[in-house]
């Protein structure tokens, strides 16, 4: 039978579009975070990092934007593929070095 | 590239039974962790292990709970006796610094029946 879990907040998007995903972290003094993307039966797969000291940063198609003041991490995805299609994780860390995930995002690509 | 690998890929055990579960971490790296994600469910924090002892352990990893580092290659997770709630994928995990980007393995799917 299916187990019953969290339900996952889903984005729906076309191929080509730009994806904005959202996470709001709980510990005001985390100082590190991380986006992961997690495809089905796979473990966590890094995308991009941020540093408090830091507001945004970019990567290859990725940009992760960090606003301290309202403890909100976003990560954008330009020229969304469906490869991308993933549930997507983001990870902060404290004064201790274990990542404490969010909930996650199911984003899911359509032609 | 260098990559976390974990053995095996599925293990079905008995209620009660022990099981190993084993990962081989990034081979330079100096901090490894354990995570669990129960189906559909979010990735937990389990232990971090580093200078060969544990650093932060979760309530969830209680008495029944042991990590291991046999060898300079090996780190591994035990359950001594397995309860129907351990079912999970549980994830290995190496950094190579603190407060770095930490490398997952692709998981061990545990079913206990």
């Known amino acids: 039978g299916e187990s019953v879990g969290l339900h996952l907040p889903t984005l729906s998007v076309q191929e080509g579009d730009n994806s904005i995903i959202n996470c709001a972290y709980s510990?005001?003094?985390?100082?590190?975070f991380i986006w992961y993307k997690q495809e089905s039966g796979k473990g966590p797969q890094f995308i991009i990092d941020?540093?408090?000291?830091?507001d945004k940063r970019q990567g290859q198609r990725v940009t992760v934007l960090l606003n301290k003041t309202v403890k909100h991490l976003s990560l954008q995805i330009a020229a969304t593929q469906p490869g991308d299609s993933a549930v997507y994780f983001c990870a902060e860390t404290g004064n201790t070095d274990k990542l404490i995930f969010g909930t996650g995002t199911r984003l899911q690509v359509f032609p | 590239e260098p990559e976390v690998t974990q053995t095996p890929s599925h293990q079905v055990t008995q209620m009660g039974q022990e099981v190993i579960l084993r990962c081989v971490p990034i081979s330079n790296h100096l901090y490894f962790y354990w995570y669990r994600q129960i189906l559909g469910q979010k990735v937990e924090f389990l232990v971090s292990?580093?200078?060969?002892?544990?650093?932060?352990k979760s309530e969830i990893f209680d008495d029944q709970f042991s990590v291991e580092r046999p060898d300079g290659s090996n780190f591994t997770l035990k359950i001594r006796s397995t309860k129907l709630e351990d079912s999970a994928m549980y994830f290995c995990?190496?950094?190579?610094?603190?407060?770095?980007?930490?490398?997952f393995g692709q998981g061990t799917r545990l079913t206990v029946v």
């Open positions: 510990n005001s003094a985390s100082d590190y």
């Open positions: 941020i540093r408090s000291n830091m």
């Open positions: 292990f580093y200078n060969n002892e544990i650093s932060e």
């Open positions: 995990a190496s950094s190579g610094k603190v407060n770095t980007e930490a490398f």
